[in-house]
């Protein structure tokens, strides 16, 4: 009796560390490799005629100043930044990107951040996004949003402007095998200068825009402005952390056609361009910060002028953490029971043993 007392509360007390090892382990190391196993691989006829493009849109790295709760800022940008950093690497191997396009909204406060804020930032999205040593022969493209020079929350200035372009310096207009990508600045209606005449329906060479702020979705003056003088076949846009692939006919843009891209159905959709219609492809948030389950990475393939495209969707952040919290409740009524009823029922046995 006095030998089975202290070995069977050792076991009992084994419980829950199994658990937290269980949990950890799934959440953080598993859960990424399994998720995708969910995945839809796109095809390339011609490897040489194929760009491969990844595309990461609001990934808002969380600043230091306006955490809800501040004393959590720590640990909220640890969780965060990891979380991005795991997805990210494990979309980057999958798709084995030639080119990694960032839509915009990179960092949360960028656009209200000192000079010195703004630099931190930028090495943290560094370190989070080209820390593993991309390969020297993919190139990345990289666009303001509203929460990196303002816009919404706050104007934007010549200064912030500067002071992104200096930190991501490339032109606006970028060439890469038979497409040209064109960066669309909607925050101050800005375009590249672009002299030569084109034709929709020449797809020798393939014209993408880029931009943070949805053209089609919202139409204007300057949206009308971008279309007649660039003529894209395609867009890529961002900012309402949703996915969607909004098509018109290029010359009427009468009618618009909205197709939701959800987790559901892991669909892979294709497309011919320079036919009749262009598209406007939204790519969803790649933060869960955001508020939403439904974050993840744009996946595309240009051939010729085939499109071919899906969402890499991430795991969701908010189950795994839920699962945490519940976790934690479960070891802490373990702890209380423990106390309560087990440790004084076998102290009773080891006075009765001992006797007197």
């Known amino acids: 009796m006095h030998f089975f007392r202290p070995c069977f509360k050792r076991r009992l007390l084994h419980i829950p560390l199994i658990l937290v090892i269980l949990c950890v382990s799934h959440h953080e190391i598993f859960s990424y490799y399994l998720?995708?196993?969910?995945?839809?691989?796109?095809?390339?006829?011609?490897?040489?005629?194929?760009?491969?493009?990844?595309?990461?849109?609001?990934?808002?790295?969380?600043?230091?100043?306006?955490?809800?709760?501040?004393?959590?800022?720590?640990?909220?940008?640890?969780?965060?930044?990891?979380?991005?950093?795991?997805?990210?690497?494990?979309?980057?191997?999958?798709?084995?990107?030639?080119?990694?396009?960032?839509?915009?909204?990179?960092?949360?406060?960028?656009?209200?951040?000192?000079?010195?804020?703004?630099?931190?930032?930028?090495?943290?999205?560094?370190?989070?996004?080209?820390?593993?040593?991309?390969?020297?022969?993919?190139?990345?493209?990289?666009?303001?949003?509203?929460?990196?020079?303002?816009?919404?929350?706050?104007?934007?200035?010549?200064?912030?402007?500067?002071?992104?372009?200096?930190?991501?310096?490339?032109?606006?207009?970028?060439?890469?095998?038979?497409?040209?990508?064109?960066?669309?600045?909607?925050?101050?209606?800005?375009?590249?200068?672009?002299?030569?005449?084109?034709?929709?329906?020449?797809?020798?060479?393939?014209?993408?825009?880029?931009?943070?702020?949805?053209?089609?979705?919202?139409?204007?003056?300057?949206?009308?402005?971008?279309?007649?003088?660039?003529?894209?076949?395609?867009?890529?846009?961002?900012?309402?952390?949703?996915s969607m692939i909004i098509s018109t006919d290029a010359l009427l843009r009468q009618d618009f056609q909205i197709v939701p891209v959800t987790p559901k159905d892991q669909q892979i959709f294709e497309f011919t361009l320079g036919m009749t219609d262009m598209y406007e492809i939204l790519i969803p948030t790649s933060s869960y910060r955001m508020g939403t389950d439904k974050v993840g990475y744009g996946y595309a393939i240009i051939e010729n002028n085939v499109l071919r495209f899906t969402v890499l969707w991430s795991p969701s952040r908010f189950t795994q953490l839920k699962c945490y919290f519940y976790l934690i409740l479960v070891i802490f009524l373990f702890i209380i029971l423990y106390k309560c009823f087990i440790c004084p029922k076998y102290s009773r046995i080891a006075r009765i043993v001992k006797g007197p």
């Not at 965060?80 to 030639?98: C, E, G, I, M, W």
């Not at 590249?192 to 919202?218: A, C, Q, W």
Request: one cysteine or more; aromatic letters at 12%; charged letters at 25%.
């Open 35 to 242: 998720n995708t196993q969910n995945w839809s691989s796109l095809r390339c006829d011609n490897k040489n005629e194929c760009t491969r493009i990844l595309l990461v849109a609001d990934p808002q790295i969380i600043g230091n100043n306006e955490e809800k709760y501040h004393f959590i800022t720590p640990f909220s940008i640890f969780d965060s930044d990891r979380f991005l950093q795991k997805t990210y690497h494990h979309a980057f191997n999958f798709v084995q990107p030639d080119l990694v396009i960032f839509l915009g909204d990179l960092m949360d406060e960028a656009h209200k951040a000192t000079n010195e804020e703004f630099n931190n930032y930028v090495r943290r999205l560094f370190n989070i996004f080209l820390s593993g040593g991309s390969p020297s022969n993919v190139r990345h493209i990289w666009l303001p949003g509203d929460n990196d020079i303002g816009g919404e929350d706050s104007s934007v200035t010549k200064n912030k402007i500067k002071r992104f372009d200096r930190a991501f310096s490339q032109p606006s207009l970028i060439n890469f095998k038979n497409i040209t990508f064109f960066k669309i600045n909607r925050l101050i209606s800005d375009i590249p200068v672009y002299k030569e005449k084109r034709e929709f329906y020449n797809t020798d060479e393939i014209f993408v825009g880029l931009s943070h702020v949805p053209l089609m979705f919202k139409p204007s003056i300057f949206v009308d402005k971008v279309i007649e003088k660039m003529m894209p076949h395609l867009l890529f846009t961002a900012h309402e952390h949703k």
